[in-house]
């Protein structure tokens, strides 16, 4: 099921909206905020000359310290009585950023949510347990307001409290379970407990789940442990929330809403805009927001674009499932990791679960790499043999697949702090 026909129009018909939208996008910004008028004007363009579609090259790109610069509310592009909501995103240093929504950027926001949701077969049917953190952060209204769109019935659990929400999953009979990946891990692990059946006591049938980077091996996992369907949604604050883009039931990648948002893959390096299936970070332009609108942000994560159609019928540009985030990515003696190729490497070794945290440290000139990582339940702890056989091979298998020395730790089962938000995968002691 296709919620709005635009999602299978062609690619013509898709980049002459684009197109038009950008255009609006440009001369809205030109006109109501000055940090924009500067930015054209420091590379002598005006919104007049954006032409065609490779003209959003000559636009300057937007960064999160440009929010942060303004903030609370200085990129906003509507006076403060136009706006209707305000959300921000943690940030672990310094202020957070800061972002706003008049009612037709709601709008548009509920739009793009209901699309995730027909996507993933959600619909008046269904009861949908909202397990993302509702407050400041987009998950919980995100979910909330796109599930109310389509119809269903929304639980809304936001996050926390785990005992409680498989109680309610139970009894008011939850079809689509919302949340981060690991709390899905980690409500199964819980609920699992209650004896190997536990799944008969439960209706889901889907899970949308997003909001951190996952490895094959979790999203496999989550969806074992569930006995569910796994579908994948991503989205920024900066950019509207979650519903930039959703998997669908052909393919892993995630169709991105091309009429709302305009996606670039460039080199994080040199800002070069990078050819289709290349890998680098995804930037976005908004082609619809009003009170925020934003131009080429920075997103920081790592993925790639492809625009071949789908066989579900939808012709939005496909984005593959995030690969790391460009600051994510941890520089270990010269080496490059992503913790995501960790969870990979973790997710093929026996005897070991997905809960683990990768410690950073420098122990004098040289960084130190200590990877944490819970053994499964079925491994006796005095089995002191069998254990060091797990934690050779995994160090091993870290070392021939991504040419890392990491010191691999084995800990008993549930001793790495459980997340009620997104997964703290890496503490780096070195910043
Ligand atoms: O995480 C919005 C969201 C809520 C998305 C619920 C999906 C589900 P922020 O808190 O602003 O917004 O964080 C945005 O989270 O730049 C990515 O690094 C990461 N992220 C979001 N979705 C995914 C995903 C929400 N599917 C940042 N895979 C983004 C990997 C994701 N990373």
């Not at 269903?152 to 689509?176: C, I, K």
């Not at 053994?375 to 056989?389: A, H, P, Q």
Request: proline share 4%; with cysteine.
């Amino acid at each position: 099921m296709i919620w709005n026909t635009i999602e299978s129009a062609s690619r013509e018909e898709i980049e002459a909206i684009q197109l038009k939208r950008l255009q609006e996008t440009a001369r809205r910004v030109y006109a109501l905020n000055p940090f924009y008028k500067e930015k054209f004007e420091e590379r002598g363009i005006t919104p007049e000359d954006i032409r065609s579609l490779e003209d959003l090259q000559r636009l300057p790109f937007t960064r999160k310290q440009d929010l942060r610069d303004h903030y609370p509310f200085g990129l906003f592009c509507v006076p403060m009585r136009e706006v209707v909501r305000i959300h921000s995103s943690s940030g672990t240093t310094g202020k957070p950023t800061v972002v706003g929504y008049n009612a037709h950027d709601m709008e548009v926001w509920n739009e793009v949510m209901a699309r995730v949701y027909t996507m993933s077969g959600v619909g008046a049917e269904d009861v949908v347990h909202n397990a993302y953190g509702y407050g400041l952060f987009t998950g919980g209204l995100g979910f909330h307001y796109g599930a109310e769109k389509v119809g269903a019935t929304v639980v809304p659990a936001s996050g926390g409290f785990t005992d409680r929400q498989l109680m309610l999953m139970r009894d008011f009979g939850a079809t689509v379970l919302a949340c981060t990946p690991s709390f899905a891990l980690h409500l199964a692990e819980v609920a699992a407990k209650a004896g190997s059946e536990f799944r008969k006591d439960y209706k889901l049938k889907v899970g949308i789940f997003g909001a951190e980077p996952t490895s094959e091996g979790l999203k496999k996992e989550v969806a074992k442990a569930w006995g569910i369907e796994y579908r994948e949604v991503y989205g920024l604050s900066e950019i509207i929330g979650p519903g930039v883009s959703c998997s669908c039931s052909h393919s892993d990648r995630l169709h991105i809403f091309e009429d709302h948002f305009l996606p670039e893959i460039i080199d994080p390096e040199t800002g070069e805009v990078l050819p289709d299936g290349e890998r680098g970070e995804l930037v976005i332009t908004t082609l619809t927001k009003q009170a925020l609108p934003i131009i080429r942000y920075r997103t920081g994560d790592i993925t790639s674009l492809v625009k071949e159609p789908c066989g579900c019928g939808r012709a939005m540009v496909r984005m593959e499932s995030i690969v790391g985030r460009a600051d994510d990515m941890l520089i270990v003696n010269g080496v490059n990791v992503y913790p995501s190729q960790v969870e990979h490497v973790i997710a093929n070794t026996e005897g070991v679960t997905l809960n683990y945290q990768i410690i950073a440290e420098k122990k004098g000139h040289l960084d130190k790499l200590e990877i944490m990582v819970e053994v499964s339940e079925e491994i006796m702890s005095d089995n002191v043999g069998e254990l060091e056989r797990i934690r050779k091979a995994l160090q091993e298998s870290l070392l021939n697949n991504l040419y890392i020395n990491a010191l691999v730790k084995l800990v008993e089962p549930n001793t790495i702090e459980r997340s009620m938000g997104k997964a703290v995968r890496v503490v780096d002691k070195r910043r």
